[in-house]
């Protein structure tokens, strides 16, 4: 038996948080070395963390990671365990993203990324050049530090594996698992044993199956042991990296952590027999043919023993842990919100509560954040407790988050503002639910103010506009609806910053959001009003994801309130209720919302354009005409491009959907469009040609 032990691991890293970075780091190492494992690798970027962003053109963030790296090379409590960190470094004038392999004070290989991620959120081509020369090696001369830490002046660069005196490992970053030609291919039929991936993968509803999938195919067509290490949290930006860090082998998982959690390092490790890779890779013909005829990587040699002197219980297979999508909503947003706050430094949150679905889905996420608070807490998570003592200003004090209710009441905020205009039954739902998370909550009327405003108006031209359903103009319906939510946006904010001094608190609040990605996406929100906030949790989550979600959590949490807000048709409550009227979101919008989740995901994920779409929609809605299809699809683009302007000033959401139409870097668009006069004329045109050949 051939017996080895490594470690892989998550870490809450944050972008130029190098002194909290290189804790994380070292506090993982030791955590390794614990579980007598002879190998540790981590995330991507990890000593600076990965969104840096534009910071990466920065010198200094190449300078303060080298300094990190120095410091953790030359502390002598992370010897005798071969360590592989992620970090940019710069070599003959060009910008590399890579991995640093390190033993004992000496630094093996530098090993840099060779297919960047440049699609979706990533943009990594901006900063990085891959590494172009396959299988080669050169001298990367060190810097000063370096030098003397490590009494090297040059250390190897390049597309090159470590080998020990009994195993070989190699590399395979991030995005190279999900390219056509992932190096894991050529390493493993090169003899490689152990395949170590650092990544910076963010989290997206029905993403990880992918991620794993791939792992599991690739050990389980080429064998050998696949090391999976990921970032967890909210770096600094929109996106929240899930962890879920894994060990495969052999197309079978040995090692899973959690894919959201409130733990800042989180450390995995098995235990394997490398004869197993070996026995498992002979009995493939096909594989060791090939195999026969590879060409060799460069082999960087660390002349000491990574396989175990005693024996140790090998660690069994497992069945990967999925959660559901209501689950998924539930955890990551709750995870971010948390990271957000604390790292923010201020008291907690305020959210404008409507009584209708997306701000209760907005509160309930907060409820699910303080769940998790008071579950952290009572594991020993001391990071966590005195962030929440911090923010509480209980920092003197011996106090435990153990009641999530009692700690949503310190550091979570609603308020009901309803106007002539909102009803008793929102107003009371907004009430019952704020209660039964145990916000504190406020109910107030601004219609006083809403008059001020008008009567401005008013006095200034001689005119003062009426509501549609008492004879005004569609504009003047438009104005006055306006008036109330952009109120709403200015209360939010002085609320959010007096409220906690009301309440003996000097920290102010964040302002948190509540429009879902279908409204984006048709741009039914008004510019400036509640959604201009600090952030939004639902920003990236459709319609009909947040109804189920709302139902998982009216059972998971026993919050009755949810029932009726389910049960009632979402709506604005800015036009008054007549007998004849009700206003309506889906009436408001002229489309359900059903159809707008599929205007996203085609748009976006399937990149059609008016034509494109129109014609995927006549195989998908074969129950409309084709004259009905081409009338709905030219509706959505006509709103779609007369509200995309709006998105440019979109707050800040959780990256949840891949159909987000987020205008900051995910989805890059115009926000000047003309009239489509030649797509609607071919559409037009191709309506007549199927109409006249099916008659």
Same mark, same amino acid.
């Given at each position: ?24 780091i070292e506090k993982s190492i030791q955590q390794a070395k614990k579980l007598n494992c002879k190998f540790r690798t981590g995330p991507e970027l990890e000593i600076c963390g990965y969104g840096c962003n534009d910071h990466f053109l920065e010198p200094d963030t190449f300078q303060h990671s ?21 970090? @940019? ?93 992932? @190096? ?53 930006e929109r996106v929240y990296y899930d962890g879920c860090a894994m060990i495969c082998m052999n197309g079978k998982v040995l090692a899973q952590a959690s894919q959201f959690s409130l733990n800042d390092v989180e450390v995995i490790s098995a235990t394997f027999d490398l004869d197993d890779v ?31 002197? #005693? ?92 009641? @999530? ?154 919050? @009755? ?66 004259? #009905? ?67």
């Amino acid at each position: 038996m051939r017996l080895v032990t490594v470690a892989t691991c998550q870490l809450n890293q944050w972008a130029l948080d190098f002194d909290g970075n290189k804790q994380r780091i070292e506090k993982s190492i030791q955590q390794a070395k614990k579980l007598n494992c002879k190998f540790r690798t981590g995330p991507e970027l990890e000593i600076c963390g990965y969104g840096c962003n534009d910071h990466f053109l920065e010198p200094d963030t190449f300078q303060h990671s080298q300094e990190v790296l120095t410091e953790i090379i030359s502390n002598p409590e992370n010897r005798d365990i071969l360590v592989d960190v992620g970090m @940019p470094v710069i070599h003959k004038g060009v910008r590399y993203n890579c991995r640093v392999f390190f033993y004992n004070g000496k630094i093996l290989l530098i090993r840099p990324k060779k297919q960047l991620a440049m699609d979706g959120n990533y943009r990594e081509g901006r900063w990085f050049t891959p590494w172009k020369k396959e299988r080669k090696t050169e001298p990367f001369v060190l810097g000063k530090s370096l030098q003397t830490v490590t009494g090297q002046s040059s250390v190897p660069i390049g597309d090159g594996v470590i080998q020990t005196l009994d195993v070989c490992i190699g590399v395979e970053t991030c995005e190279e698992l999900f390219t056509p030609r992932s @190096p894991h291919i050529d390493l493993c039929l090169d003899g490689v044993e152990i395949i170590a991936n650092g990544s910076g993968s963010h989290h997206e509803l029905r993403k990880l199956n992918t991620r794993v999938d791939l792992m599991l195919s690739a050990t389980a067509k080429l064998g050998g042991v696949y090391l999976y290490a990921n970032q967890q949290g909210c770096d600094g930006e929109r996106v929240y990296y899930d962890g879920c860090a894994m060990i495969c082998m052999n197309g079978k998982v040995l090692a899973q952590a959690s894919q959201f959690s409130l733990n800042d390092v989180e450390v995995i490790s098995a235990t394997f027999d490398l004869d197993d890779v070996s026995t498992y890779r002979a009995s493939m013909m096909s594989r060791t043919s090939q195999a026969a005829e590879t060409e060799i990587y460069p082999k960087c040699e660390l002349l000491e023993h990574i396989i175990l002197d #005693e024996p140790r219980h090998r660690s069994a297979f497992i069945e990967v842990k999925y959660h559901t999508p209501e689950e998924e909503i539930a955890l990551g947003p709750a995870c971010w919100l948390w990271d957000y706050l604390r790292r923010s430094r201020l008291g907690g949150f305020f959210l404008p509560l409507s009584g209708g679905i997306d701000s209760s889905a907005t509160a309930c996420l907060v409820s699910s954040m303080c769940h998790l608070v008071c579950e952290a807490c009572a594991n020993g998570n001391t990071e966590v407790l005195e962030d929440a003592r911090r923010m509480t200003g209980q920092d003197k004090t011996n106090y435990i988050p153990t009641d @999530p209710k009692e700690f949503a009441g310190r550091i979570f905020h609603t308020c009901y503002m309803g106007t002539e205009n909102s009803s008793d039954a929102t107003r009371q739902r907004a009430k019952s639910l704020a209660g039964e998370i145990g916000a504190h909550h406020m109910d107030i009327n601004i219609d006083s103010a809403v008059e001020q405003v008008v009567s401005v108006f008013e006095v200034a031209t001689g005119k003062r506009p009426i509501y549609k359903v008492f004879g005004g103009s569609h504009i003047e319906n438009i104005a006055l609806q306006n008036i109330q939510a952009r109120l709403r946006m200015v209360f939010s904010y002085l609320f959010a910053l007096l409220l906690p001094w009301i309440r003996g608190n000097s920290k102010g609040l964040l302002v948190l959001g509540s429009a879902n990605v279908d409204e984006s996406l048709r741009g039914y929100l008004t510019k400036y009003d509640c959604s201009a906030a600090d952030i939004n949790p639902i920003g990236g989550i459709s319609k009909r994801d947040l109804q189920k979600f709302i139902k998982y959590t009216s059972e998971k949490y026993t919050f @009755p309130s949810l029932t009726s807000i389910l049960e009632a048709p979402p709506t604005a409550e800015l036009e008054p209720i007549t007998k004849e009227y009700t206003q309506t979101d889906e009436a408001d919008m002229g489309m359900s919302y059903d159809d707008l989740s599929q205007y996203g995901r085609l748009r976006k994920v399937l990149k059609c354009g008016p034509f494109s779409m129109y014609e995927k929609l006549c195989q998908i809605w074969s129950d409309l005409s084709f004259q #009905e299809i081409a009338t709905k699809v030219q509706f959505f683009f006509r709103m779609y491009s007369i509200n995309r302007h709006k998105l440019t000033v979109l707050t800040p959401s959780y990256h949840a959907e891949n159909y987000s139409p987020d205008d900051n870097r995910f989805d890059l668009r115009p926000f000047l469009y003309p009239n489509w006069s030649w797509q609607f004329k071919k559409m037009n045109d191709d309506v007549t040609g199927r109409t006249a050949s099916k008659g």
